[in-house]
């Protein structure tokens, strides 16, 4: 009789089944910790380029200020899941949301430059890189029965996270000054680093004993998750790179482009982003509800999405319009992420940390490409970026056709 053995215990040793309350309890401070994170990250990622703009700082150099933190994080998630798998989810948060509030600290500099910005912001992303593969991976681990929904759990609160980061700051930047809305993010934190050493429980891998005879040998589950360079995960790796690149032109070049534009504010670009980011979480929602086997059709239709949607940006000038291309981007963007991270990260029963590294690494590189890029036509003209995301939307939904055709035909064999 082959005894069931599960895959987790906790870190004391005496104790052998990790109990289904605290892995209950593990997912909800996830949850709580990844709303926190992002609200910190969607207060400084709008934060800087506004600031170097408000220093005189060009479009190229906004851009930057997105693509440095890209630029880092083409590699740190990968590095950060690696490090999440060895020492464990608790101890890697631990340690990168205490890294997260030194590198705040360092927005506060009285005698800030574009410059300084820019490396301040490829640090943040250096951190943020050890902080979201660890909460996918413990998500996804710990609740191997539905994958999708505990992801989409995730990606909503990340997305919910955003939602009112752009009200903050400028409330606060009206009220109390320039760099004020940074004493906000820093004092989150310290909130979320409590919580997670307060209430995580941190755990391991039980290490299963290798098979002594021929039955073992049967019994034995070997997870052999597809190559990362399938079809399948070619697809993902597009879908994810596009996210990148339009989350980065919204959020870093879209409202100064609005505030350009004849009889617009800056409150109206803080009304597209609010429109923007509570239609990409209702995206969440809906993908977490949806089967596996409908994921390739979501980052297709997001890769649709984001070309109408930017198309409509690079024609049209007028708040409603602008406003229904931002309602329709932040589907695509809801798509296009959750459906390719859900691709990747399923793939696997073990190792999970180095999967969502993998996923967050390719979104680095739209991080990088779409605000470098965007930034430098920015300079030339201000619809210049929209018609580059919508040429690269449509190159990469006809891209992601023939690799799940291909993929299905593998899946048929």
Request: neutral net charge; aromatic residues 12%; charged residues 15%.
């Amino acid at each position: 009789m082959h005894e069931h053995v599960e895959l987790f215990c906790l870190d004391d040793a005496e104790k052998q089944d990790m109990p289904v309350s605290a892995k209950r309890r593990n997912r909800l401070v996830a949850y709580i910790a990844t709303f926190l994170v992002t609200f910190t990250l969607g207060t400084t990622e709008i934060f800087a380029p506004w600031y170097i703009g408000a220093m005189g700082g060009t479009n190229f150099e906004m851009g930057w200020a997105m693509g440095s933190f890209g630029i880092v994080y083409m590699i740190s998630p990968a590095l950060g899941g690696i490090f999440s798998d060895r020492i464990g989810r608790r101890k890697a948060l631990l340690i990168a949301t205490s890294a997260y509030i030194l590198v705040l600290v360092l927005f506060l500099n009285p005698f800030a430059s574009p410059l300084y910005l820019i490396v301040i912001r490829a640090l943040e992303g250096l951190v943020f890189g050890f902080i979201a593969p660890s909460n996918q991976a413990m998500l996804a681990e710990l609740t191997p029965e539905s994958e999708v929904a505990v992801l989409g759990n995730f990606s909503t609160a990340w997305s919910a996270g955003m939602i009112f980061s752009p009200f903050i700051l400028t409330f606060m930047t009206n009220n109390y000054g320039s760099t004020s809305g940074i004493y906000v993010v820093i004092a989150i934190e310290l909130i979320m680093l409590g919580l997670i050493g307060g209430f995580l429980q941190g755990y391991r891998r039980k290490t299963l004993s290798k098979p002594t005879n021929e039955e073992d040998i049967q019994d034995t589950t070997i997870d052999t998750p597809p190559s990362k360079t399938s079809p399948r995960f070619l697809a993902s790796y597009l879908s994810i790179m596009l996210w990148g690149v339009i989350s980065t032109i919204v959020l870093a070049l879209f409202p100064a482009y609005v505030e350009t534009l004849p009889g617009l504010t800056t409150g109206d670009w803080g009304i597209m982003l609010l429109v923007w980011n509570g239609v990409r979480t209702i995206a969440f929602i809906i993908t977490a509800k949806l089967p596996e086997q409908s994921m390739t059709s979501v980052i297709l239709l997001g890769a649709g999405l984001s070309a109408i949607s930017s198309g409509i940006i690079f024609v049209f000038t007028d708040f409603w319009m602008l406003t229904i291309s931002m309602a329709l981007s932040g589907i695509a963007v809801g798509f296009s992420y959750l459906g390719a991270l859900y691709l990747i990260v399923s793939a696997t029963k073990i190792d999970k940390g180095a999967y969502a590294g993998l996923v967050e690494s390719m979104g680095g590189v739209g991080l990088f490409v779409g605000p470098i890029f965007g930034g430098w036509l920015a300079d030339i003209s201000g619809e210049l970026p929209y018609l580059m995301c919508m040429i690269l939307s449509i190159i990469v939904f006809l891209g992601i056709v023939p690799l799940l055709r291909k993929e299905r035909n593998s899946s048929k064999n």
